[in-house]
């Protein structure tokens, strides 16, 4: 009963406060859908502002199914795809930051910028899509998007503001399909996140010997100092990863680059007393 009592409040102050709003904006602000419509329809400027920033973009940073459709309906009539909020934020960024799949599939058939560079902290749009995809991992959803804003010219190689890549974050999910694919598209195996990790660094840590393979293919380079001057080989070594090990020493990976406390492979995978990669790296010429 008390439930009942709040929806009804609710619709009942909405629509009271729908039915004193004089423009655009102030529909807008009301999340009106009928409203935004009618002043639509009678010719209002779809990138009107509201608070400081086109409309669209206002509207667009909210989840619900009204805000939704009041997002839609200024992009139907017409709202510039590439606004900017007042953070500096793209609107498709923002459309993407609530993971509205749809929306930002809208606006990119529209020109949305896939690459512009935020001011603000929202993450990229491709970077949101394979959020989405992991957090949604029986949906086809975010995949398909994720294919489509490739097709549109999507940088790969984006970073966010930890400048993780599209690479970096499938190989943190173990998601070996998403790694041939990023990599076939020309994904960069050599970046640098802000901590100074590569994806072969990351790959090498986690054991995964299908991506390390990937990566070197693709012409990871082995011997990258990441940020605390842990390379791949060093990663692989203490945590136990033989056959990472081998194909790293194969593909030319050096034994005696020290990490920022002096430890070499050889001594890290002492310290977690691995015997077969001691051994391993004792005959590839590791010597302390």
């Given at each position: ?52 920033e ?9 989840e619900?199914?009204?805000t ?19 953070q ?15 929306g930002?599939?809208?606006?990119i058939?529209?020109g ?51 400048k ?33 990790e ?26 990258i ?22 194909m ?9 680059f ?20 001691i ?5 590839s010429?590791?010597?302390?």
């Amino acid at each position: 009963m008390v439930m009942k009592k709040i929806v009804f409040f609710f619709l009942l102050t909405s629509t009271i406060f729908a039915q004193n709003v004089s423009n655009l904006a102030d529909a807008v602000k009301s999340f009106s859908l009928l409203k935004v419509r009618e002043f639509l329809n009678n010719g209002a400027d779809p990138n009107t502002m509201v608070e400081g920033e086109p409309a669209v973009c206002y509207i667009a940073k909210y989840e619900g199914v009204n805000t939704i459709a009041v997002f839609d309906e200024l992009v139907k009539y017409g709202a510039n795809p590439n606004s900017i909020s007042k953070q500096g934020n793209s609107l498709l960024s923002i459309t993407m930051s609530i993971f509205n799949a749809k929306g930002a599939t809208e606006l990119i058939k529209r020109g949305a910028d896939l690459n512009y560079k935020n001011k603000g902290t929202i993450p990229p749009p491709l970077i949101m899509a394979v959020a989405g995809k992991r957090n949604w991992p029986k949906s086809d959803i975010f995949p398909n998007l994720i294919k489509f804003m490739i097709e549109n010219k999507a940088d790969v190689n984006i970073q966010d503001s930890y400048k993780t890549t599209p690479l970096m974050m499938v190989i943190g999910a173990n998601d070996f399909e998403w790694v041939k694919f990023f990599l076939d598209n020309k994904s960069d195996p050599n970046l640098k996140d802000l901590a100074g990790e590569t994806p072969l660094v990351i790959a090498a840590e986690r054991g995964q010997l299908e991506t390390v393979k990937a990566l070197l293919d693709h012409g990871a380079d082995p011997n990258i100092l990441p940020g605390n001057k842990e390379t791949a080989l060093m990663r692989a070594a203490q945590n136990g990863h033989k056959d990472v090990v081998l194909m790293l020493l194969e593909k030319g990976a050096k034994t005696n680059f020290q990490n920022t406390y002096h430890e070499t492979a050889l001594r890290l995978a002492q310290l977690k007393g691995h015997k077969e990669i001691i051994e391993i790296l004792k005959k590839s010429g590791a010597k302390k």
